[in-house]
């Protein structure tokens, strides 16, 4: 089976651009999370897919926004970027259920100037 | 709102010597409790959670941990360091009522030889 897998890995954005990110959730998972990882920082919740719908949210503006596809993969849009986006973003991708494990990506890394 | 600390966001031990990382957290309803390991410019592993089983939790590379209700605790050790462990290891909870895991600031592992 094949693990989580996230686009592009790096990239650079200028602020007040728009930026969008992909992940391509584990063999058999229906479940996607989004993170956000600022440097020297734990990752914080961004929001979470279950079969194609916002199944939570966190402490995120409106311009922080997603999808899921009905093969289960996701997308994070990130509107009118701020310096203080430069991130680690992550996804993690789990089959359901509050006890089971997340499986995360390696991340791609948002560098807005 | 559900809060994880981590006490110490360095840690340094030598080779062979006892690993222990603390993790506490803050909840009236017993979580579910888990700790990741970060490498450099990569995604979170996990090593080990707790879901209301055993109360020591074995994980892989040989670590454990123990969750501790009285204390609101679940520290993470490892008898025997190894250079290989040295990373960034995060302890994180999904509350009893949610559906997200919330992340510690995360402790920095230096081994030394």
């Known amino acids: 089976e094949t693990g989580v897998t996230q686009s592009p890995t790096h990239l650079i954005k200028t602020r007040g651009q728009q930026v969008t990110l992909r992940c391509s959730s584990q063999s058999g998972h229906n479940t996607v999370s989004w993170y956000q990882q600022a440097l020297g920082q734990g990752p914080q919740f961004i929001f979470q897919?279950?079969?194609?719908?916002?199944?939570g949210r966190g402490n995120f503006p409106p311009r922080f926004s997603g999808l899921q596809f009905p093969n289960y993969s996701s997308e994070l849009n990130v509107n009118a970027l701020e310096l203080d986006d430069s991130a680690l973003y992550l996804c993690?991708?789990?089959?359901?259920?509050?006890?089971?494990?997340?499986?995360f990506g390696q991340g791609t890394r948002l560098t807005v100037v | 709102a559900q809060s994880v600390t981590q006490l110490g966001s360095h840690v340094s031990v030598s080779e062979g010597a006892l690993v222990l990382l603390r993790c506490n957290y803050s909840s009236s309803v017993p979580p579910y409790l888990f700790w990741y390991v970060q490498y450099p410019n990569q995604g979170l592993q996990l090593l080990l959670k707790?879901?209301?089983?055993?109360?020591l939790v074995k994980g892989i590379n040989g670590f454990e941990a123990e969750f501790k209700k009285s204390e609101t605790s679940f520290h993470l050790t490892k008898p025997s360091a190894h250079m290989s462990d040295a990373a960034e290891y995060f302890c994180?909870?999904?509350?009893?009522?949610?559906?997200?895991?919330?992340f510690g600031a995360g402790t920095i592992l230096r081994v030394k030889s």
């Open positions: 994180a909870v999904i509350p009893g009522d949610g559906n997200k895991l919330v």
């Open positions: 897919y279950y079969r194609e719908e916002e199944n």
């Open positions: 993690a991708s789990s089959p359901g259920g509050r006890d089971t494990e997340a499986f």
């Open positions: 707790y879901t209301s089983a055993a109360t």
